[in-house]
């Protein structure tokens, strides 16, 4: 049954393992910036609630589009 799973018999192709270590390297570094961006974004946000005066300071009486 593992044979059929495979689709050949002989084993790991050394090509199909490195790219899935590089698949999975590449995700672990997403993984790490998405931490690092969420510690961001949440600093930023305490920030904007507490009163920062560099945030005060902007003034935009309505929301802008991101892309136009």
């Known amino acids: ?7 050949y018999v002989g084993g790991s192709d050394p090509r199909l393992l490195a790219e899935m270590r590089r698949l999975q390297q590449r995700v672990q570094d997403l993984e790490s910036e998405l931490v690092r961006i969420q510690a961001e974004n949440d600093a930023l946000s305490a920030g904007a609630s ?13 929301a802008e589009p991101a892309l136009t």
């Open 50 to 62: 507490h009163g920062d005066p560099l945030l005060e300071s902007i003034d935009v009486p309505q």
């Open 1 to 7: 049954m593992a044979k059929a799973l495979l689709g």
